[in-house]
């Protein structure tokens, strides 16, 4: 069994300058609600020109645009949030097709291992009393549902029926992909002090990272705060523009 802590991450798989160029594709779809067409739409044009719709509220000129990520070490936990936005595609790992005992094409099982994911700003070794005289740590009960799950794959159940018996915090792997709109309303709401401490803190760092490479469009949401962990908030603020 291995604890992942602090091991979150993600990956934009849209090229950055596909990324840039549907910022210049939403100014030129949004002139034409306003047969406002000018000789050369560039970054700067784009920039100034969404911040106008989304300040207007014309978000669905946003809808011309795709961005897809990838999240790596998150929990299962973490992909069931994630999967409740109805307006994104989905791909994730599965609980019946993966393996955890294969290595290449052999599966052994006395190699099994899973990957669990723990709050960061809790002690998983700190025991906790069962109260029947056990004490038992969070990194304990993790190991103990690796041995349940590798003793019923040893006694003939296959993934897909021992799988039951994974935790929540099981780490699995996800790929998003949804346009500009559905993205602002999904950092709206998983940023949000509101938010579990898992998918806030993955969404704010990705969140940061887009902002810094297309500009415009995710700029009116920023850091308002930290909760009592040290972990950013994010909110809807004023625009500059
Ligand atoms: C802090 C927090 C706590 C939560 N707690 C719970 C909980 O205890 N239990 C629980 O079940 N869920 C919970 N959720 C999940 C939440 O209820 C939503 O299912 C999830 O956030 C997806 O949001 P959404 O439906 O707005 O967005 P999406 O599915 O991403 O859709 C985006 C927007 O499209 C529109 N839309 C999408 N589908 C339809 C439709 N069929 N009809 C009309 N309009 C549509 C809506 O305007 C919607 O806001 C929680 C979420 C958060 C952020």
Known sequence: MKILKNASSFKILTPVAELKDQLLRIERAGRTCYQSEIKEINWETAEKFVKMLIKRGHESVLEHSYLTVQF??????FTHEQVRH???AISQESTRYVD???????????????KCVVPPHLDERKKVDLGDGRKMSAEEMFQEYENFYRALRKSGWLPEEARQ?????????IVISANFREWRHIFEM????????????????LLE??????????DDLAEIGKDQNGLRFFGKVKSQN
């Open 72 to 77: 790596n070490n998150l929990s299962r936990g």
């Open 86 to 88: 109805r307006l994104t």
């Open 100 to 114: 955890y005992a294969k290595e290449g094409e052999d599966v052994d099982l006395d190699k099994l291992e899973l």
């Open 165 to 173: 018996f994974l935790p929540i915090g099981v780490k699995s792997q």
């Open 190 to 205: 998983r940023t949000s002090q509101f938010a579990h401490w898992e998918i806030r803190k993955v969404m704010g760092d």
């Open 209 to 218: 990272e887009l902002k810094g490479i297309i500009p415009g469009i995710f």
